[in-house]
T-cell receptor
Framework: DAGVTQSPTHLIKTRGQQVTLRCSPI?????VSWYQQVLGQGPQFIFQ???????GRGNFPDRFSARQFPNYSSELNVNALLLGDSALYLC??????????????FGPGTRLTVL | GNSVTQMEGPVTLSEEAFLTINCTYT??????LFWYVQYPGEGLQLLLK?????DKGSNKGFEATYRKETTSFHLEKGSVQVSDSAVYFC????????????FGQGTTLQVKP
């Protein structure tokens, strides 16, 4: 079975631009979470979606937004890009929200570089 | 708030040496604890987990025990291999119906032949 897939693999943008990152969860998984991993640091939680509803939000500005589609895939949007948004963006999927169903499987990530 | 602190790296060991990577946490309630591994150029892979106090997670020769009294979840392996070279992240998930993982800063392990 395919794991979590993310696109694109790499992306280069300039300050002020907008970017959309995409994630497809493991088949049958209904929850998608997004994390930002700045070089040399641990991942930071951005959003979690379950059944197309936002179920959690990290400490990120409103420039960051996300949505989940009926097929459970997800998009992360970042507006007005700043140099500090350069990072590896990780998507994780889980089958549910609670207990053993909450084990998260990570995709390979999208490397965003802002110039 | 909840937080995770890992020992600073990099950790450099010779093949077959004993490995310990320290991890301590701060959390309310009864969090679940995890170790993830990240190989160069890849995403995170779950290495092991423990969901309650005194549980021992184990996988591929790695072990970690959930110690509530010392709020620790140290990662150990008796004999490391060159292929274990990677970045290791300790993480917690708070109690309740949320998937939010809180990660430590990561510890780089380099194993030399």
């Amino acid at each position: 079975d395919a794991g979590v897939t993310q696109s694109p693999t790499h992306l280069i943008k300039t300050r002020g631009q907008q970017v959309t990152l995409r994630c497809s969860p493991i088949s049958g998984h209904k929850s998608v979470s997004w994390y930002q991993q700045v070089l040399g640091q641990g991942p930071q939680f951005i959003f979690q979606y379950y059944e197309k509803e936002e179920r959690g939000r990290g400490n990120f500005p409103d420039r960051f937004s996300a949505r989940q589609f009926p097929n459970y895939s997800s998009e992360l949007n970042v507006n007005a890009l700043l140099l500090g948004d350069s990072a590896l963006y990780l998507c994780a999927s889980s089958s549910g929200l609670a207990g053993q169903y909450n084990e998260q499987f990570f995709g390979p990530g999208t490397r965003l570089t802002v110039l | 708030g909840n937080s995770v602190t890992q020992m600073e790296g990099p950790v450099t060991l010779s093949e077959e040496a004993f490995l310990t990577i320290n991890c301590t946490y701060t959390a309310t309630g009864y969090p679940s604890l995890f170790w993830y591994v990240q190989y160069p150029g890849e995403g995170l892979q779950l290495l092991l987990k423990a969901t309650k106090a005194d549980d021992k997670g184990s996988n591929k020769g790695f072990e970690a025990t959930y110690r509530k009294e010392t709020t620790s979840f140290h990662l150990e392996k008796g004999s490391v291999q060159v292929s274990d070279s990677a970045v290791y992240f300790c993480a917690l998930r708070g109690s309740g119906n949320t998937g939010k993982l809180i990660f430590g800063q990561g510890t780089t392990l380099q194993v030399k032949p």
